[in-house]
């Protein structure tokens, strides 16, 4: 039988110096496969590098259990160290041994008498075994990310954990090297968590997507389900980057800041409270007693975002190339009718007619 390489069930946590009535996790049950990349998303202050230390043997949870392979690592009662767990950590600075070089770097975490050959196999993998003799302060930035793998991977640990690896590099490095994370994981037989931040790298090259907030799990799914179906209001608008509304219903009839829709059932739906569109799912017309006004514009190359301000709210809305609006333009905002948007609670596409 073969057992998830990490299994969370109902883990809690709270740091000492916190509010006691605050959680900094609370009831999270995540499951990894073997060979699997999980990408542990949210913002910053929700609870994921605190997952990792839990997970590492850093910190020790106030309920519930994490099993690695099959074996309890960490309960409210028992604490496996660190090092006894065979998870490899690689950091957002590196934590390089700045008077080694790479070679010895790499070499560190391997127990007396553990065969070498791993190690070169992994620089060799990596790109990196021509420079074993360089110390890191003579290594590029996406190069000391890599040699933080290896060094992570060297030992043989079956589990890997990255704590945002690839905020500080610059975008063709970033791009690169997690285009490389999976094969390197899967040419080793590792299993990885990956924190991030930033939506587009979690939904680009993980296995699935698990999306905290506020210290609970929201959603873990693959990257087709999130984008199609996202279980709560706050994954379609931060994992999206899509646009919230308010909705009151009475009957049949869905009021919106924006005007009235027709719900898409023939009585109530559980009373939903949002409604969540995407860009291409509003109309922006210049006019000057419009109901909103420009607040930011984006260049992407084949089309504009723009910000506008529709009283309390501030909207996403795509635009064209000949675009001709400016920031502090009035403008009319409406639904742009044959789209759809998803009423929450219950995640329920809505015709915008």
């Given at each position: 039988?073969?057992?998830?390489?990490?299994?969370?069930?109902?883990?809690?946590?709270?740091?000492?110096?916190?509010?006691?009535?605050?959680?900094?996790?609370?009831?999270?049950?995540?499951?990894?496969?073997?060979?699997?990349?999980?990408?542990?998303?949210?913002?910053?202050?929700?609870?994921?590098?605190?997952?990792?230390?839990?997970?590492?043997?850093?910190?020790?949870?106030?309920?519930?259990?994490?099993?690695?392979?099959?074996?309890?690592?960490?309960?409210?009662?028992?604490?496996?160290?660190?090092?006894?767990?065979?998870?490899?950590?690689?950091?957002?600075?590196?934590?390089?041994?700045?008077?080694?070089?790479?070679?010895?770097?790499?070499?560190?975490?391997l127990k007396k008498g553990q065969d070498k050959h791993r190690a070169k196999w992994l620089?060799?993998?990596?790109?990196?075994?021509?420079?074993?003799?360089?110390?890191?302060?003579?290594?590029?930035?996406?190069?000391?990310?890599?040699?933080?793998?290896?060094?992570?991977?060297?030992?043989?640990?079956?589990?890997?954990?990255?704590?945002?690896?690839?905020?500080?590099?610059?975008?063709?490095?970033?791009?690169?090297?997690?285009?490389?994370?999976?094969?390197?994981?899967?040419?080793?037989?590792?299993?990885?968590?990956?924190?991030?931040?930033?939506?587009?790298?979690?939904?680009?090259?993980?296995?699935?997507?698990?999306?905290?907030?506020?210290?609970?799990?929201?959603?873990?799914?693959?990257?087709?389900?999130?984008?199609?179906?996202?279980?709560?209001?706050?994954?379609?608008?931060?994992?999206?980057?899509?646009?919230?509304?308010?909705?009151?219903?009475?009957?049949?009839?869905?009021y919106t800041p924006l005007g009235n829709l027709k719900s898409p059932h023939d009585e109530?739906?559980?009373?939903?409270?949002?409604?969540?569109?995407?860009?291409?799912?509003?109309?922006?017309?210049?006019?000057?007693?419009?109901?909103?006004?420009?607040?930011?514009?984006?260049?992407?190359?084949?089309?504009?975002?723009?910000?506008?301000?529709?009283?309390?709210?501030?909207?996403?809305?795509?635009?064209?190339?000949?675009?001709?609006?400016?920031?502090?333009?009035?403008?009319?905002?409406?639904?742009?009718?044959?789209?759809?948007?998803?009423?929450?609670?219950?995640?329920?596409?809505?015709?915008?007619?």
């Amino acid at each position: 039988m073969a057992y998830p390489a990490l299994k969370i069930d109902d883990l809690w946590f709270k740091y000492p110096s916190y509010d006691q009535n605050r959680w900094t996790l609370s009831s999270v049950s995540l499951s990894l496969g073997q060979g699997e990349l999980i990408g542990l998303l949210g913002p910053s202050g929700c609870g994921k590098t605190t997952l990792l230390r839990l997970i590492a043997g850093f910190e020790k949870p106030a309920r519930g259990t994490i099993r690695i392979h099959n074996n309890s690592v960490a309960t409210p009662d028992y604490l496996c160290s660190p090092e006894r767990r065979g998870v490899g950590m690689v950091f957002q600075d590196y934590a390089l041994f700045p008077h080694l070089d790479l070679w010895k770097n790499v070499c560190f975490g391997l127990k007396k008498g553990q065969d070498k050959h791993r190690a070169k196999w992994l620089l060799e993998l990596l790109g990196l075994y021509e420079f074993r003799f360089r110390y890191p302060h003579q290594l590029s930035g996406g190069q000391r990310q890599r040699l933080a793998l290896a060094r992570a991977l060297a030992p043989g640990n079956s589990l890997v954990v990255l704590d945002e690896p690839f905020s500080n590099l610059d975008v063709e490095v970033r791009h690169k090297l997690r285009s490389q994370l999976s094969d390197v994981l899967s040419s080793c037989g590792a299993s990885g968590i990956l924190v991030t931040h930033d939506p587009e790298e979690a939904l680009a090259i993980c296995d699935r997507v698990a999306v905290m907030s506020d210290g609970q799990l929201h959603q873990c799914s693959t990257p087709t389900e999130i984008v199609h179906k996202p279980k709560t209001s706050f994954v379609a608008s931060f994992v999206l980057q899509r646009n919230v509304l308010p909705v009151n219903q009475s009957g049949v009839e869905l009021y919106t800041p924006l005007g009235n829709l027709k719900s898409p059932h023939d009585e109530d739906i559980s009373n939903p409270k949002q409604l969540i569109l995407d860009e291409h799912c509003l109309t922006v017309t210049e006019h000057p007693e419009g109901n909103a006004i420009v607040k930011g514009l984006e260049f992407h190359g084949t089309h504009w975002h723009l910000r506008v301000k529709l009283d309390e709210f501030n909207l996403r809305v795509w635009q064209p190339l000949d675009n001709t609006l400016k920031i502090g333009d009035s403008c009319f905002v409406n639904f742009r009718s044959n789209e759809y948007g998803l009423l929450f609670p219950g995640c329920i596409h809505c015709p915008l007619n």
